[in-house]
């Protein structure tokens, strides 16, 4: 379970999670490698923050797709209004030495590519410009909606290959916002890992007061790692395809959760 805590100070608007055990369960389904766990924690948390900042006028169920040339190739982040995630990457094992500041290298096994947005009968896409994720979300913002944000996504994986903690921001800064208002933002992220903040036990709560200092927040969602899948939504998609028999097992690409058809 994570807590998204959103809320706006002035011309300046706030999301926040601390996403730590949807990553974990994220990990644990899809045995990811440390660099793979790192990238598909921040797609994760990317669409829930997406999603969170959506809510209030319309809520959407979102489905957030990277398609890259690098190793991982395909990652895929679902999130449902009812605070339901789940989410896939195509190569969990994908892997490279970390870089010489020591963090994962998430934009080595990314690469080229395009970032796409499903909501609802809306597609949106942009070429990925960073591959850390992060300004993938800003730049989408930007582009397809015209939205000046900050978005700041991080995951801390041990030596273990256990995720220590994982979290994310993103700030979107309204029109009218003044010099010193979007200055005192970029004081506070310049410099900030979200993913090291929250390792030392930190909240949702303490995420949000740090960047919007003594704020309550003005809407507030629980999120879990909870797959949908179901006998009766699989057995719909494949009981008229015909390459596939009677008695074959599929597999949930979310959950790995195994159902054996039967067309009969
Ligand atoms: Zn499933």
Redesign the pocket.
């Known amino acids: 379970m994570g807590k998204a805590l959103l809320t706006r100070k002035d011309n300046i608007v706030y999301g926040v999670i601390n996403s730590t055990d949807i990553v974990s369960k994220a990990r644990d389904i899809h045995r990811t490698s440390p660099t793979s766990t790192a990238l598909l924690g921040r797609v994760l948390t990317g669409a829930i923050l997406y999603s969170l900042i959506y809510r209030g006028t319309q809520p959407k169920n979102i489905t957030v797709e990277i398609l890259c040339k690098g190793p991982a190739k395909r990652v895929i982040a679902q999130v449902k209004t009812s605070g339901q995630v ?1 989410g896939f990457i195509a190569n969990p094992k994908a892997d490279l030495p970390p870089r010489s500041d020591k963090k994962l290298n998430v934009s080595g096994i990314v690469g080229s590519g395009i970032l796409r947005v499903i909501r609802e009968g809306y597609i949106s896409e942009v070429p990925i410009v960073s591959g850390e994720i992060g300004d993938d979300f800003a730049y989408f913002l930007y582009q397809s909606e015209q939205r000046k944000s900050a978005v700041g996504l991080g995951v801390l994986v041990g030596k273990y290959g256990q995720v220590v903690s994982a979290g994310g921001f993103i700030i979107e800064v309204l029109p009218d916002a003044s010099e010193d208002e979007i200055k005192r933002v970029e004081d506070k992220i310049k410099d900030f890992s979200v993913s090291i903040y929250l390792s030392g036990g930190r909240s949702s709560s303490d995420l949000l007061n740090y960047l919007a200092g003594d704020v309550q927040p003005i809407d507030e969602r629980d999120y879990i790692y909870d ?3 179901s006998y009766e939504r699989l057995i719909e998609t494949v009981l008229h395809d015909e390459t596939i028999e009677d008695n074959t097992i599929a597999k ?1 690409i ?4 195994e159902y054996i058809i039967r067309k009969r």
Do not use: A, L, Q
């Not at 979310?254 to 959760?257: N, P, T, V």
């Open positions: 789940r797959c949908w899948c949930c979310f959950c790995k959760k």
